[in-house]
């Protein structure tokens, strides 16, 4: 009775003081204090371990205890609010894979070569590179190429044609130097003049002490010099031996240059002169830039004929050592047609023939000769040989190398018989296989009448030879 009587007295004490366990149904209680409600709360301790990873934020304790909520709701709120910010977050704050975040170990050779940059682990990428990447790199490092040797200036070879002339117009001018003293390589005979030329052109040459070789009729290749040559001058001292011994106008000296390399041809000339023995005009070409006249330091405007008239044609053909028997009845026609009216030269010399096309002395040059010897060789080499005193002789590429230059830049037409450059022709071969033949105008339309004729009229006279033969 008194235990009971005492723990009624107790009840009614904490119900007055409203901190005991009483009655859930005194909502009272509940209402003034929140702190007993909070300490008591075991959902967020169950749910607050899930929010914890990596992106997502710590969830107030105010939005997470509701007290009018149930439990299971509680867990739904909780998800809510961790939704919004999902897994996928992780991706944007981390940083990029290794691989893409470090792309140039060498950014050169991966470009080069994609197979030398594989999916290799940054560890293991330079201690281990492929060896295809080796081959690769060195060519990024590698300098630009030198630049090539520069071409010899064309005043260079202006003095040495001028010191040629010096050395032979006098003999020249004196009817001298007439007497045969040699072969020249390509088979043609050597006077006492064309001694005197090789020889000031080599004086010349070693006073100069410049790195060069030169390649000429008489002496064909030659270096002199212990250093390594640069430069390869081909030099015809005098073109024109025969109009030179007896005093004529029609002889030149004819000096081209290029670099040396291995088999030079004529698309390699870069410079180019031809100097009058017998008078003062001097022509000169570079190889893209024109050419020019001058006589005695003063310019001269090259002027090129506007004919292409066949009757009133002003033309000449090289006639030394070709066989009178082929090319004379092959321009028989056109000699009868043009000597009247227009004019028809013999010509000893391809070089002053083809700038006598920049003065408007002439409308055209040509030699047809070695079409025949490469047509049909086995009919026509003792002709050749007999006109030649035993050797097959035509144009040489030393003849050429300088006028072929100077007549095209100035806009002249010059091609073989065939109608063909001669880009591909090696110059220093000097063989009767790298003879050639010519057929230049001074305009394109006149050239085509040339060809046009000259092929209908080798044509003629080849089949005559084959029916005979």
Known sequence: MERAAKNKADKARNVKSGTGKGDKS????VKKSKAPIEKARPVPKAVTPKPKTAGTKAVSPKLVVRPAAPKGKLVVVTKKVVKPEPVPAKKKASPAPPVKQKPVVKAAAVKANP?????????????VPSPKA??????????????????LP???????????????EPSARAIKGREIVDTAVSGDVTFQLDRLAERALLIFLKRAGQPVAYYSEDSGYTTFTSDKPKHLLVVDPIDGSRSAKSGFEACVVSVASTRVIERPTMADVDNACVLEIMGDRLFTAERGKGARITVLGQSRKIKLSANAN????TWSMTVPARPAELIFP???????????KG???ACNSTAHSLTRLLTDQLDACIDVANRYFRDIPNRVREMFERA????VIGVAPYDLAASLLIAREAGCIVTDAYGKDFDDVLLLDSSETNHLSVVAAANRELHEKLMEFLNRRISVIEDRLSRKA
Do not use: C, H, N, W
Request: charged fraction near 15%.
């Open 154 to 168: 064309v005043k260079f070879l202006a003095d040495l044609a001028q010191a040629i002339k010096e050395a032979v």
């Open 134 to 151: 080796k081959a690769v790199v060195p060519l990024v490092a590698v300098s630009p190429p030198k630049p090539s040797v520069a071409p």
């Open 26 to 29: 005194m909502a009272g209680g």
């Open 115 to 127: 197979v030398a940059v594989k999916p290799v682990t940054p560890a293991k990428q330079p201690s």
């Open 310 to 313: 066949l009757d009133t044609l």
């Open 343 to 345: 004019g028809f030269f």
């Open 388 to 391: 030649g005193s035993g050797r």
């Open 330 to 340: 092959t321009t028989a026609r056109l000699i009868d047609v043009s000597s009247l």
